[in-house]
């Protein structure tokens, strides 16, 4: 159907918080109310190259004994390499690549994002020092600064908004899957790093047996990168083919005007990384020190709570904010959110004074389960926001919550065992610190942020934020 010429000029021209160099229009082949051909087919893809994704990031964690061993270096680096490696990346790498998003087509994007990171992964195998290892991780980085805002953009488009979270939550499912399996691994060939072992591979030659694991995890991922072209690019809603997207600058102006929203939004969501990305940083260090276990022992129930877990619990919470925005609720993601964030402080506090293991098991499964929040916080953003400018908006977010989460998380657990309590026996009294005093928080500004989110809403074009023959009863504010 090809919309009304007279209701586009109005629709383009009702717009001035855009900017006012800001075309909008929308593209005739658009279908607001549906999903786009492929949409359901292209999950399985997307869903696969984020698990390949965090298997790669994630792998170093455990196996950090040998590569101490082996390269000599001291827990500062291997903080380092865990984390704040990820943080630079993004700091660098996250805002042009959001640009790119919103201006080219994101399949080649992807594509060229899984290959870049999937030799990277080789390249940490190959690699012999610090700086060799730092380096490589670098790139390896480049798996979600590119991968996350080009998927999400696409599944904004490819899906109508009130589907949208349950995209979202089901694509971190492979985040979540690959994080299990990463630990898995590690726990699988840890003992036989521990001894040294190494393995001889034609040209190649001898590799120690966490660096062919680096090359077994990294080839994957340039092998499957051409999964990408078999989704359908999508048309992107509430924009006239062929136009090409803002300037940063012009991003910049539509967030500064939503600024409520935007500040509750990153601050709230961005604690909760911050939390999240401490908690499993640390969790197979604390259960060594507090209960005993070897990494052998506790790689398998890790597994299970980090892998299954939250691929269950980011399923439900995107399910849950679908459902209370489709009954009208605006503000549902922030609502779920700001409630969650308010559990896990209180669980946290808990489960890390407790002294029984299996006790501590049954009291982290919820956390592990509920604390990520991604796909519900990206899916508020994809809603209220502009669809030339989704990529960058989920870029910066991106930046907010894996550059600040993962660089400062795992950093601040130890920072407070070190220089607030002084002992490293105390890992335990740290998390709970962190839990009880920054989850909190994060509950209260997402609490704060509904009205605004509320008003984001009512002022998106409705192919972005809702169908309104769904929502016969929200109406504009006043």
């Not at 080009?150 to 949208?164: H, I, N, V």
């Not at 803002?246 to 935007?262: H, Y």
């Not at 519900?376 to 990529?391: C, D, Y």
Request: aromatic content about 8%.
């Amino acid at each position: 159907m090809v919309p009304d010429p007279a209701a586009a000029i109005a629709s383009s021209t009702a717009e001035p918080r855009l900017g006012p160099r800001t075309t909008v229009s929308r593209a005739a082949s658009e279908l607001p109310g549906r999903n786009q051909p492929g949409a359901w087919w292209s999950l399985p893809i997307l869903v696969l190259l984020s698990g390949l994704s965090l298997l790669d990031r994630q792998i170093l964690t455990l196996m950090v004994p040998s590569i101490k061993r082996d390269l000599g270096i001291s827990d500062f680096q291997i903080g380092v390499l865990q984390g704040l490696v990820f943080a630079i990346f993004y700091s660098v790498a996250a805002v042009p690549i959001g640009w790119l998003v919103d201006r080219f087509p994101r399949r080649p994007i992807i594509w060229l994002g899984v290959t870049v990171w999937g030799l990277c992964g080789v390249a940490c195998g190959l690699a012999n020092s610090f700086l060799g290892l730092f380096v490589a991780r670098l790139g390896v980085g480049a798996g979600e600064a590119a991968l996350s805002p080009a998927a999400f953009s696409m599944l904004a488009d490819l899906f109508k908004p009130s589907r949208l979270a349950l995209a979202i939550s089901i694509l971190t499912i492979g985040s979540n899957l690959g994080n299990g399996l990463a630990v898995g691994l590690g726990g699988a060939i840890v003992g036989f790093s521990e001894k040294g072992g190494s393995l001889a591979l034609p040209v190649i030659g001898h590799l120690r047996s966490w660096q062919f694991v680096f090359l077994v995890t990294g080839l994957p991922s340039v092998v499957l990168a051409p999964l990408v072209f078999l989704i359908r690019e999508p048309v992107r809603r509430g924009r006239t083919p062929g136009v090409r997207g803002p300037a940063i600058s012009e991003t910049l102006r539509f967030m500064g005007a939503n600024r409520r929203f935007f500040l509750s939004h990153f601050i709230g969501f961005g604690l909760m990384a911050v939390v999240g990305w401490g908690f499993t940083s640390w969790l197979p260090v604390y259960m060594n020190r507090a209960f005993g276990w070897s990494i052998g022992r506790i790689s398998l129930p890790l597994a299970l709570i980090i892998g299954i877990g939250p691929t269950l619990g980011t399923v439900a919470s995107g399910w849950l904010a679908d459902h209370l925005f489709g009954r009208g609720q605006s503000d549902a993601h922030l609502r779920v959110g700001a409630g969650i964030a308010l559990g896990v402080a209180i669980l946290g506090v808990i489960a890390f004074r407790v002294h029984d293991p299996i006790v501590f098991l049954i009291l982290v499964t919820p956390i592990a389960s509920s604390i990520a929040l991604i796909a519900t916080a990206s899916a508020a953003l994809q809603i209220v926001s502009p669809s030339e400018m989704r990529g960058q908006i989920s870029a910066i977010f991106l930046l907010v919550v894996t550059g600040f989460g993962l660089g400062v998380g795992p950093m601040l657990v130890g920072a407070v065992s070190d220089f607030v309590f002084g002992n490293e026996a105390r890992l335990g009294d740290s998390l709970a610190l962190v839990f009880g005093v920054l989850a909190p928080i994060a509950a209260v500004v997402l609490w704060l942020g509904r009205k605004s989110m509320r008003l984001a809403v009512s002022n998106a074009r409705p192919s972005q934020a809702f169908e309104p023959t769904e929502f016969p009863q929200l109406s504009p504010p006043g």
